[in-house]
């Protein structure tokens, strides 16, 4: 499939400049690049694997706050995805961004056969005709990050969640898409408890008939191919199937509230939103499926971390480029298991709190780690040296353990935890 794209851009500068940059996937190729309907000069230059820095010179120097409107035009061939469906989840870069932390409205104008359903950010503002084709209009005006368009004969189902979710879906697919549907009404609710009230207006969870196995998530829309319910299936047969998927339903929706919903000042910093995820998931399955099973999954992550690189958690995350390791996920929703057993029952009031003080923005981790054990009334200091900046794994040993009897009469042990 070759797509070709139109891109607008409205931007302001924030201090006198003629030299405007862009990153897009090196996938694209870009026809040109106007302004006020002059194309502009341009330069395309690696930027790291997968992606081209797009430089362009304005033919006058813009002033600090004064507003620039870009047109970028260029194509692409997309991969054949094995079935009728197409996802472009932001983590494919097939939109021109910035490398700062990102915050924009969108108005996204997808023209397409009219047998295609379209599913884009914010509202969907309907259909229009486009010659022999049709036009389909979906509008954010809240500003967010991450555009996320899926396409393809979907049908949907909705559920009376707050804020409202709808999942669509290949009619083949009907009894899997009501399954999802019933996980993530549920899960909607205990996201809501754990982590606040949702930052998005509404939410689509979209599955595809792509082979492949494919999990994505935005701001707005969640995607999921039916590869990815295969493979689980075939991993985990039985009903163990089952508690997987509610387990990937978990995490890919707690992402809406976090890593989805909140900036990095770097990507290296992004571990901590992504263990949280990780963790909160790990929540989830126990709430449902008991505690057995959460401690089943305690274990496996524990495993895959005995089995990667003896680095720091800091550096295994530093060194990634795209994806996370799991190990480094797994890790980090470890150390939060960690403060969890040490702050108790005020662990998740005080995430709560931590996450409602962010206003739109992440703290790094060493910040995150202090304020929450400040709302918390825990020392998690040595906790994150120990966990995060060492090369220490999941060896724990108890050590210099001594009991005594307090002045209350009352016997108390005490011990020394060694994570080596």
């Known amino acids: 499939r070759k797509i070709q794209a139109d891109v607008s851009i409205a931007l302001a500068a924030a201090r006198p400049t003629r030299k405007l940059c862009f990153l897009l996937a090196d996938s694209c190729s870009l026809d040109r690049i106007k302004y006020l309907g002059i194309a502009l000069p341009i330069k395309i230059s690696p930027a790291c694997p997968g992606l081209n820095l797009l430089s362009a010179v304005l033919p006058i120097r813009a002033e600090a706050g004064e507003k620039i409107v870009v047109n970028i035009i260029y194509s692409w061939e997309v991969p054949d995805q094995g079935g009728r469906s197409l996802q472009l989840p932001p983590d494919t870069h097939w939109y021109p961004f910035s490398p700062l932390p990102q915050n924009y409205t969108c108005t996204l104008n997808v023209i397409t056969d009219e047998s295609m359903r379209v599913l884009g950010p914010g509202e969907f503002r309907g259909v229009k005709p486009a010659g022999t084709r049709v036009c389909n209009q979906w509008t954010s005006d809240i500003p967010f990050r991450g555009i996320h368009m899926a396409a393809g004969d979907f049908l949907r189902t909705a559920r009376p969640t707050e804020p409202p979710l709808e999942v669509a879906y290949p009619r083949k697919y009907l009894n899997q898409a009501k399954a999802i549907a019933n996980y993530c009404e549920e899960l909607m609710g205990f996201l809501a408890e754990k982590l606040g009230p949702a930052p998005f207006p509404s939410l689509n969870t979209v599955l595809t008939d792509n082979p492949q196995p494919l999990v994505s998530s935005s701001f707005y829309m969640t995607s999921i191919s039916a590869g990815a ?86 550096k295994g995350a530093n060194i990634a480029g795209g994806q996370l390791p799991q190990w480094v996920v797994d890790k980090a929703g470890w150390m939060l298991w960690i403060c969890h057993c040490l702050a108790g029952e005020a662990f998740l009031p005080s995430i709560r709190e931590n996450l409602a003080l962010c206003r739109g923005t992440a703290p790094a981790p060493a910040e995150f780690f202090l304020s929450l054990g400040k709302i918390a009334g825990c020392d998690f200091s040595q906790v994150y040296k120990a966990w995060c900046q060492s090369k220490n794994q999941l060896r724990i040993e108890v050590a210099a353990a001594r009991n005594f009897q307090a002045e209350d009469g009352q016997w108390q042990l005490v011990f020394n935890l060694i994570n080596s």
């Open 229 to 314: 319910l295969e493979q689980l299936k075939e991993e985990n047969p039985g009903k163990d199937r089952y508690v997987r998927q509610y387990k990937l339903l978990a995490q890919s929706l707690a992402h809406h509230w976090l890593k989805d919903n909140l900036a990095v000042s770097h990507p290296r910093e992004r571990w901590c939103l992504e263990g949280l995820a990780e963790y909160i998931s790990w929540l989830a399955v126990e709430a449902k499926y008991g505690k057995a099973i959460r401690e089943k999954f305690l274990l496996e992550a524990r495993e895959r971390i005995l089995a990667a690189p003896k680095i720091s958690l800091c």
